[in-house]
């Protein structure tokens, strides 16, 4: 099911600005137990990345009310995406003050993943890396053409996603992941005030970690610091927390290990 500006469409003008320049925003929601796992980090994400790109957003009530219209129609556990473009503003990159976002929000089958949260996943270390841009890094706006690039680097089904480096050669995230990496008891997650994504999953892990007196640090990591890690996981919103097992192209395996079982645990009985 489409909704558009709250009504049932699946189409938008050519001259949309999401569409001409990627002048838009999106957020992927998990729906799941009948509920929208954290709505209202979401929202406020979504409220950054509006306040980030100028985008004159006066109707946030409406999303939700579009949002709960389209879950009440949603009988199984779903994938939400929420799409805010600028509109329409005709040729030219000038941004039109005054524009509503359009507001597209849609479901989706929910991907099975068997056994991933459990028996890990293999990753590979991708070629395309990520540029760095402070006034666009950790909101999920609509230019993720860098993502698209190394995603397409492989096509083995055997590999569930690939590692992302900055130009600097620091490690910054998975194409559609954080990284956390777990050395001598102490969990690290990169930095993302330059490149990469602020994910709600990856916020949430930090807060429970610090809950649980978990030592967490937030600081540029390496080739050589995942190499040597203890453990390493990967967070979004559709796959909570995935235990990596292998790199390929590496004699590197971790096991699925206990602080990575303790925080599947604990976000386990958070989201009941």
């Known amino acids: 099911m489409i909704l558009i500006n709250g009504q049932p469409e699946n189409r938008i003008p050519v001259s949309d600005r999401g569409l001409q320049y990627g002048d838009g925003l999106f957020e992927t929601l998990a729906f799941r137990r009948g509920e929208l796992e954290f709505l209202e980090s979401h929202l406020s994400r979504l409220k950054l990345g509006c306040d980030r790109l100028n985008f004159h957003f006066t109707r ?92 397409s680097e492989w096509d083995d089904p055997a590999i569930s996603e690939g590692l992302m480096f900055d130009i600097n050669d620091n490690l910054i995230e998975g194409t559609m992941s954080n990284l956390f990496i777990v050395k001598n008891g102490q969990l690290l997650t990169p930095p993302i005030n330059q490149a990469g994504i602020a994910g709600i999953m990856r916020a949430e892990v930090l807060k429970l970690a610090e809950k649980n007196d978990i030592a967490t640090q937030i600081k540029p990591l390496s080739k050589k610091d995942l190499l040597e890690a203890d453990e390493v996981f990967l967070t979004n919103s559709i796959i909570t927390i995935w235990p990596v097992t292998a790199l390929t192209g590496t004699d590197s395996i971790w096991p699925h290990g206990p602080i990575t079982r303790q925080l599947q645990t604990v976000l386990e009985s958070a989201a009941r």
């Open 60 to 151: 946030p009530d409406s999303l939700k009310a579009e949002l709960a219209t389209l879950c009440a129609q949603t009988a199984e556990d779903s994938v939400i995406k929420v799409i805010l473009t600028r509109g329409s503003g005709g040729r030219g990159y000038k941004a039109p003050t005054e524009n509503e976002p359009i507001r597209i929000i849609s479901s989706h089958i929910m991907p099975d993943y068997p056994q991933t949260n459990v028996q890990g996943v293999t990753v590979r270390m991708c070629d395309a890396r990520l540029g760095l841009n402070p006034s666009l890094a950790g909101i999920k706006h609509l230019n993720r053409l860098e993502q698209v690039l190394a995603r």
